[in-house]
């Protein structure tokens, strides 16, 4: 990410009444993103140890898409009532959730059934831009 997409990307994030979204296309870029999702998720309300949470959940998909689809992916985050809602939208296929974590000695596995358990609600949805997971956690 140049300065000046970190610069546009600092100024978005210091205006929580926008919509908010970026994109990420190497892993370069998951430490911009994950700094996005906390700020837009404490300028919406979360407390910064629930923010941490989405924060490590987001990382978990982005990481994911970047390991298994092609193209990279898109983060939103947005207030719906009482919850903060954050979308990963990527080219890869519709994931499964219901997961049982994997037993320790497996060497992967473990980023969904991560995610299901740090947030309040995980949902997948295929879409004519994607397949996104949303992600909720109560404010």
Same mark, same amino acid.
Do not use: W
């Given at each position: 990410?140049?300065?000046?997409?970190?610069?546009?990307?600092?100024?978005?994030?210091?205006?929580?009444? &926008?919509?908010?979204?970026?994109?990420?296309?190497?892993?370069? %870029?998951?430490?911009? /993103?994950? @700094?996005? /999702?906390? %700020?837009?998720?404490?300028?919406?309300?979360?407390? @910064? &140890?629930?923010?941490?949470?989405?924060?490590?959940?987001?990382? &978990?998909?982005?990481?994911?898409?970047?390991?298994?689809?092609?193209?990279?992916?898109?983060?939103?985050?947005?207030? $719906?009532? %009482? &919850?903060?809602? #954050? $979308?990963?939208?990527?080219?890869?296929?519709?994931?499964?959730?219901?997961?049982?974590?994997?037993? @320790?000695?497996?060497?992967?596995?473990?980023?969904?059934?991560?995610?299901?358990?740090? #947030?309040?609600?995980?949902?997948? @949805?295929?879409?004519? %831009?994607?397949?996104?997971?949303?992600?909720?956690?109560?404010?």
């Amino acid at each position: 990410m140049s300065d000046t997409d970190a610069g546009k990307l600092r100024a978005r994030r210091s205006r929580p009444d &926008e919509p908010s979204g970026i994109s990420y296309h190497q892993p370069g %870029d998951l430490a911009v /993103v994950r @700094a996005f /999702v906390h %700020d837009r998720a404490v300028a919406s309300g979360l407390s @910064a &140890e629930r923010a941490e949470l989405l924060v490590l959940a987001v990382s &978990e998909l982005a990481t994911n898409t970047l390991q298994h689809a092609a193209g990279g992916g898109r983060v939103t985050v947005r207030v $719906e009532g %009482d &919850e903060v809602v #954050c $979308e990963v939208v990527d080219r890869g296929a519709a994931r499964t959730f219901g997961r049982e974590m994997p037993d @320790a000695v497996q060497p992967r596995g473990r980023g969904l059934a991560i995610v299901e358990r740090l #947030c309040d609600g995980v949902s997948t @949805a295929t879409r004519p %831009d994607g397949t996104a997971v949303v992600l909720r956690l109560r404010r």
